[in-house]
């Protein structure tokens, strides 16, 4: 039997009454812990350790090239509703046909950590953090799949752009000018909340809070030439809405036309509040500054 690669291991998570793979993903990363206690005593003539587990926990990770589903997703972290997970083997066109193998599980998670990474000239990524809820299980058959369209379309970082506003009241129509990097990280808080009536060793994770930030970057000024109508917020505007120390009004959309300026459908919106800025001075090298916004409130998917 031929090596098993890592194409032919996938995550399947649940919608509906079916199971769908993560479409285009690169990477896939799968983590049992058993939480330990030292049990040796005063009765323990040896020096060594004993180590005895006292709860167990789990988590997955993926990484994938689709971000045409930032809407969905970022509704379910929105929602606090958690998933119900698989990893398998899979086989069959586009490997998602799952064969129930003997090493696949099944669970319930949280998913406690996306990042959305939109970057100038590269193929836009997203990152998945889920953190087991309960216990896993072993699969007696496999799963009902729905296939997930497989396609060579890729999201290049360019054609999405943050848009901020200089207050909290207007509708954000200025891009980022020169920018160059941009990603969205939302964050769920998990507390443990097994107690002694829970059965068994797994631990039981509920969310407690929900935070996001956005972190972009640009040169301090380019050298191009730019034929849009559309305005830009410069480093100077940056330092600006810092210096005023209040939340501004922000939108991540598509974008097209002169400059990649104009605003097309708008992926997600909210507030945020500037919590660093850095500029960045190399020698020989193009000066660039960079940014962390921090969420103020909720996001809204959408406009």
């Known amino acids: 039997m031929a090596t098993l690669?890592?194409?032919?291991?996938?995550?399947?998570?649940?919608?509906?009454?079916?199971?769908?793979?993560?479409?285009?993903?690169?990477?896939?990363?799968?983590?049992?812990?058993?939480?330990?206690?030292?049990?040796?005593?005063?009765?323990?003539?040896?020096?060594?350790?004993?180590?005895?587990?006292?709860?167990?926990?789990?988590?997955?990770?993926?990484?994938?090239?689709?971000?045409?589903?930032?809407?969905?997703?970022?509704?379910?972290?929105?929602?606090?509703?958690?998933?119900?997970?698989?990893?398998?083997?899979?086989?069959?066109?586009?490997?998602?046909?799952?064969?129930?193998?003997?090493?696949?599980?099944?669970?319930?998670a949280y998913l406690n950590d996306v990042t959305f990474a939109w970057n100038d000239r590269e193929n836009s990524t997203k990152s998945l953090q889920f953190t087991g809820s309960g216990p896993l299980e072993k699969l007696s058959t496999a799963p009902t799949m729905e296939l997930?369209?497989?396609?060579?379309?890729?999201?290049?970082?360019?054609?999405?752009?943050?848009?901020?506003?200089?207050?909290?009241?207007?509708?954000?129509a200025k891009v980022i000018a020169a920018a160059k990097q941009l990603s969205l990280h939302v964050s769920m808080t998990l507390e443990d909340a097994t107690t002694k009536d829970t059965t068994g060793d797994w631990q039981i994770q509920e969310p407690t809070a929900l935070s996001y930030d956005i972190s972009t970057g640009a040169l301090v000024r380019s050298g191009e030439t730019v034929t849009s109508s559309v305005a830009a917020q410069d480093l100077a505007s940056i330092e600006d809405i810092y210096e005023a120390s209040v939340p501004v009004k922000?939108?991540?959309?598509?974008?097209?036309?002169?400059?990649?300026?104009?605003?097309?459908?708008?992926?997600?919106?909210?507030?945020?509040?500037?919590?660093?800025?850095?500029?960045?001075?190399?020698?020989r090298a193009n000066a660039d500054y960079s940014a962390t916004l921090s969420g103020y409130g909720i996001y809204t998917v959408g406009a």
């Not at 974008?255 to 300026?261: E, F």
């Open 5 to 108: 690669k890592g194409q032919n291991i996938r995550v399947l998570l649940q919608d509906g009454t079916k199971f769908k793979v993560v479409g285009k993903s690169t990477n896939a990363t799968i983590t049992l812990t058993g939480n330990t206690e030292d049990a040796s005593t005063k009765d323990d003539v040896a020096m060594a350790a004993k180590p005895e587990v006292v709860s167990k926990s789990w988590s997955v990770s993926v990484e994938s090239l689709d971000v045409t589903d930032a809407g969905a997703i970022l509704t379910a972290v929105k929602s606090l509703t958690p998933f119900t997970l698989i990893w398998d083997e899979v086989s069959a066109a586009d490997n998602q046909t799952a064969l129930a193998a003997t090493f696949a599980r099944k669970g319930t």
């Open 148 to 172: 997930v369209t497989v396609d060579g379309a890729y999201t290049k970082g360019q054609f999405v752009r943050l848009f901020l506003s200089s207050d909290n009241s207007t509708t954000p």
């Open 250 to 283: 922000w939108q991540i959309a598509n974008v097209s036309g002169a400059n990649n300026r104009t605003k097309g459908a708008v992926i997600v919106s909210g507030s945020v509040t500037i919590t660093s800025l850095t500029l960045n001075t190399p020698n």
